[in-house]
Structures are given as structure tokens and as C-alpha cells.
């Protein structure tokens, strides 16, 4: 079992940055895809970006140019780093990994854009 650990959130101004990490309890480099999701109250869960173990990436267009997902095998720890932050990136943020058919989930971090 894959155990994900998130941190970086917090509360930030419109137009600052914050870099979201995801530490997993075991090596990353045969987890096909991880990925950063987002949930704000009373709204499904949607996918912010996702990258593959051949580092392939996707992103959710609200966040293209943005956001960048980068994974880093040797600290079996994935990446989000966010920029040009806006009032509605304001969510808790989820680390995903898919291995084997089975998703994993961390707790979530909590990111609050505001002035």
C-alpha cells in the first residue's frame, strides 16, 4: 500500500506561488500515473495535473501556464508548483497515485488564495 504525504499549502496573495509536495512511503518510479486534484466544498473533485512514470504530463486548462507537475523519482516525491495564483485555485489539494488498478490518496493540503 502506497501511503502519500502532502505539504506546501497555505495561505498565499492573488498572483504569488507556492510549490505543493507529495512525499510517497515507497519508491515512485513503477507508479504509472500520480497526480494533484483539488476539491472546495459542495464540488466534486477534479484533476489539476498528472504525470506518468515516462513524465508525460496533463493539465487541466484552468491551470495551463500556470501550474507545472514535476516528479522526482529519486525522492519518490512529486511536485506542483503554482504560480500566478488566483482567488478560485483556493481548495484543498489531493495527491493521487493509480498503481496496480488501485488509487491512493493522501490527506490533502489546504491552499487559500486571498488578499
Known amino acids: 500500500q502506497v501511503q502519500l504525504v502532502e505539504s506546501g499549502g497555505g495561505l498565499v496573495q492573488p498572483g504569488g506561488s507556492l510549490r505543493l509536495s507529495c512525499a510517497a512511503s515507497e519508491t515512485i518510479f513503477r507508479i504509472n500515473i500520480m497526480g494533484w486534484y483539488r476539491q472546495t466544498p459542495g464540488e466534486q473533485r477534479e484533476l489539476v495535473a498528472a504525470?506518468?512514470?515516462?513524465?508525460?504530463?496533463n493539465y487541466a486548462d484552468s491551470v495551463k501556464g500556470r501550474f507545472t507537475i514535476s516528479r522526482d523519482n529519486a525522492k519518490n516525491t512529486i511536485y506542483l508548483q503554482m504560480n500566478s495564483l488566483k482567488p478560485e485555485d483556493t481548495a484543498v489539494y489531493y495527491c493521487?497515485?493509480?498503481?496496480?488498478?488501485?488509487?491512493?490518496w493522501g490527506k490533502g493540503t489546504l491552499v487559500t488564495v486571498s488578499s
Open positions: 493521487n497515485a493509480a498503481h496496480r488498478g488501485i488509487e491512493y
Open positions: 504525470v506518468s512514470s515516462g513524465s508525460d504530463t
